[in-house]
C-alpha cells in the first residue's frame, strides 16, 4: 500500500502538523470536554488499567482465600461477592475498555481519517463509563454488600437476591450497554464513511476488519443484555414472574437470553485481538499476512457462528438431546475458522526473518497460549463430556486462557507495539522483557493447574474445598500473586513512557511495519490527516 499525499503534518520544518499543533487544548478541560479520537483513546486506556488493577485486586482476594482449604480470610459473602465483581469488572471494565481505547486511537490513523465521526458522542460514550462502575464498586459498602450471583447472575439467585445492591448493578449495566453501543455505532459509522480514497474494503488492515465485524455484534447483543438486566430487575422489585417458576416463569428461559447475549459477547472480547495480532506477526516476520482474505471471511464466519452456539454453556439444563446435538457441531464448526486464523500466523512467520521484540514475544504468546485455550474449548463442546467438566474449575481455566493469555495478552502487544508511535520514544525494552517473562512463567502456574483440579472434581466459586486440591491450589495462588505484581512492572514502564523517557524513534518505529499510521510523524500529531492520503 503505498500513498501519494500525506497530511501537512510534513509541512512544518520539525515534521508536526504546523497548522494545528498549537490548539492543542492544556489542562484539566482538555480531558473533561475533548473530542480528540487519541485523546479519549487514552482516556480508555488509562481506565481499563486501573479498572485491570481493582478487578487483580478482587482476584488476589480469592487466590489468598483459597490458598489454603478451610475458611481463611474473608466470610463466604464477600467471597462470593469478590468472584462476582471481579468477573464483571474484567469483561466490562478491563477488556472491552482496552479494545475500545486502542479502536479510537488506531482506526482513524489507519483508514486515513482525520477523527472518529462521531467525535461528540465519542467523549459521552467514555465519560458515562467512570460512573457506570462508581456505581457497581459503591454497592460492596452498602448494607448487605455487592451483587454476590456470580458474573452470570443466573436467575433464581439474582431475582431473590436478599442484598438491595442488584438495582445498582442492573442500572450500571445498562450504562455500560450504552457506552458499549455508542462505542460500536462510532466505529461502524468511521470506518464506512471515511476511509482514506483508494481504501477499498480489502485494502483494510485487518484489525480495522476485526474491530468492524466486533462493533457489529455489539449493536446486536447489547439490547439483549439489557433485556436481561431489566427482566430480573422486575423480578426482583415490580413483582414479574419471567424467571420464577411459581408465577409461571423459566428460570432456564434466563440462561438462554443471558448466553444469547453471553456468547457472541466473548468473541467481542477476543475478534479485535485478532486483528492485532495480524498487525504484529507480519512485521516482525518481515513478511505480508499469509492469506489476507481467508482472515477477513474466517472473522465474519466467527461472528455469524457466535449466534448459534449459546447454548452449549448449558448442555447440563436438560435440553432435548437433538438440541443439545445440534449446538454440539455448531460449537465444533466454529474451530475452523479459528484454526484458519492460527495456521495463517504459523504460515507467516514461516521462513520469515523473525526478530523477536516485545511486541512479537506477546503475540507469539498469544498464539500457543490461546490455540490452548481454543482446544479445551472444544473438549467443552462435547455434550457427554461437559457433563463432568461443567462448573468445574477446568470451566475456569478454559475462559481464563482465552481471555487473560488471549484477549489482556494480544493488549498489552498491542500497547507495546504502537506505544512508542503514540510518545515518540521507544520504551523501557528491559522492563518490557521483565514483564513479559514474569507474566508468561507466572500465569501458567496460576492458569494451567486449574485444568487437573477441574478434572478431579473441584467446583468453582467456593471459597472452601476439600484437602485432595490443596496442593495445586497453593501453586495456582502463588502464581496469581507473581501474575499481578507482574503488571507493577507494566505500569512502571508505562508511567516512563508517558513521561517520554527514552530513545526517540523514526516515524515508521519498527523495521517492516506497513500502513499509514507509520506514515505519520512519531509522536502522532494531535490532528493527523486534515487532507486525507490517496491510497494506491
Known sequence: MSTETLNDAHDSPDGHDAHHDHHIPKGILRWLFTTNHKDIGTLYLWFAFIMFLIGGAMAMVIRAELFQPGLQIVDPHFFNQMTTVHGLIMVFGAVMPAFTGLANWMIPMMIGAPDMALPRMNNWSFYILPFAFIILLSSLFMDGGGPAFGWTFYAPLSTQYSGDSTALFVFSVHIMGISSIMGAINVVVTILNMRAPGMTYMKMPLFVWTWLITAFLLIAVMPVLAGAVTMVLTDKFFG????????????????????????????????????????????????????????????????????IVWAHHMFTTGMPVAAEMFFMFATMLISVPTGVKVFNWVATMWRGSLTFEVPMMFAIAFIVLFTIGGLSGLMLAITPADFQYHDTYFVVAHFHYVLVTGALFSIMAAVYYWLP?????????????????????????????????????????????????????????????????????????????????????????????????????SPAPYHTFSTPPLIK
Open 240 to 307: 414479574t414472574s419471567f424467571f420464577n417458576a411459581a408465577g409461571g416463569g423459566d428460570p432456564v428461559m434466563f440462561q438462554h437470553i443471558f448466553w444469547f447475549f453471553g456468547h457472541p459477547e466473548v468473541y467481542i472480547m477476543i475478534l479485535p485481538a485478532f486483528g492485532i495480532i495480524s498487525a504484529i506477526v507480519p512485521t516482525f516476520s518481515r513478511k505480508r499476512l499469509f492469506g489476507y482474505a481467508s482472515m477477513v471471511y474466517a472473522t465474519a464466519s466467527i461472528a455469524l457462528l457466535s449466534f
Open 421 to 521: 508511535k503514540w510518545t515518540g520514544k521507544m520504551f523501557d525494552i528491559t522492563l518490557g522483557k521483565w514483564h513479559f517473562w514474569c507474566s508468561l512463567i507466572s500465569v501458567n502456574v496460576l492458569f494451567f493447574p486449574m485444568h487437573f483440579v477441574g478434572l478431579a472434581g473441584m467446583p468453582r466459586r467456593i471459597p472452601d474445598y476439600a484437602l485432595q486440591f490443596a496442593d495445586f491450589n497453593k501453586w495456582i495462588s502463588i502464581g496469581g500473586f507473581a501474575f499481578g505484581l507482574s503488571q507493577l512492572i507494566f505500569l512502571a514502564l508505562i508511567i516512563k513512557a508517558c513521561r517520554k523517557i527514552g530513545e526517540p524513534v523514526s516515524d515508521q518505529v519498527w523495521e517492516g511495519a506497513e500502513g499509514l499510521e507509520w506514515e505519520v510523524p
